[in-house]
């Protein structure tokens, strides 16, 4: 196999045993492809979780082994992150407070997100998983956030971000931080009509990391 199609492989069969010499092949210009770190999350690496979601959602695969490819996802984004251009990352363009919703413990989009802000620019506190909104608020005030970044892949995370939207609402802060929301349950839709209309301050959506960093700008300003 084609070594892009062997990381794809890996992720779907969770094999970690060779997957650095593999991510050093496809980084390799002479010997391999020579693909951009970035290329290879993006074209490679997301395909395989694609797959693994499918195959999870369908009943095919267990629990535990979906753990094990999201164990060599998050082994290959950490091998391939020095490698990434951080030609932009000397901060100071912006400071988001990033967190996974309560009740969610889905992170490597979170991350991916974190990754791609901070090698742009961006000052990004990372909470984690798990956090419940009144962490999220202690963090964004003691950090002097720009922006609060919501990650979640649960359809109950989509509950849980209107929640948060409503609790920010309650408090009088929705004027204080835009809210930026990612994560595969949500749609362009929910966040941008149905949650925008009862937040009293900015919510937007990113469907990737990219439209993430491209929406910082704006929200930030
Ligand atoms: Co879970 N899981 N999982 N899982 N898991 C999903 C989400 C699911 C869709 C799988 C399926 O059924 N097909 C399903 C949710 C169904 C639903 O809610 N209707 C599901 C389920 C059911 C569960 C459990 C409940 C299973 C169980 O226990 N029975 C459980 C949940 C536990 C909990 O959270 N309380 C669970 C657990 C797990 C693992 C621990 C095994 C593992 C997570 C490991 C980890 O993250 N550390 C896992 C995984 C790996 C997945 C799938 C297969 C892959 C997720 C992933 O990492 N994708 C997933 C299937 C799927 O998503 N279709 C699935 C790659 C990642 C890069 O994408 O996070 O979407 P994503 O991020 C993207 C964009 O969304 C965006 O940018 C990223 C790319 O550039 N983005 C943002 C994300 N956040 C952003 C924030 C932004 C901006 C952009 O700004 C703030």
């Known amino acids: 196999l084609p070594v892009g199609e062997r990381l794809e492989r890996r992720i779907i069969d969770g094999e970690a045993k060779g997957l650095e010499s593999d991510l050093d092949l496809a980084m390799d210009a002479e010997n391999g492809p020579g693909l951009s770190p970035l290329d290879i999350i993006n074209v490679h690496l997301l395909e395989g979780m694609k797959v693994v979601g499918e195959r999870f959602g369908a009943g095919e695969m267990q629990l535990p082994f979906v753990l094990q490819s999201a164990e060599v996802m998050k082994a290959a984004v950490a091998y391939l992150e020095p490698h990434m251009d951080k030609s932009a990352a000397s901060g100071g363009k912006g400071r988001i407070v990033l967190a996974t919703v309560r009740g969610d413990v889905h992170d490597i989009g979170k991350n991916l997100v974190d990754i791609i802000l901070t090698n742009n620019g961006y000052d990004v506190v990372n909470l984690g998983i798990k956090q419940p909104i009144t962490d999220i608020i202690a963090a964004a005030e003691e950090h002097n956030a720009d922006v609060i970044g ?58 990737d990391a990219f439209e993430g960093l491209a929406l910082m700008e704006p929200l930030v300003k």
């Open 150 to 207: 919501m990650s979640g892949l649960l359809v109950k995370s989509t509950v849980v971000m209107k929640e948060n939207l409503l609790e920010l609402n309650q408090r009088g802060l929705a004027g204080r931080w835009p809210v930026l929301l990612g994560g595969a349950a949500l749609t362009r839709a929910y966040v941008e009509d149905d949650l925008a209309d009862l937040f009293e301050g900015t919510v937007r959506y990113a469907r």
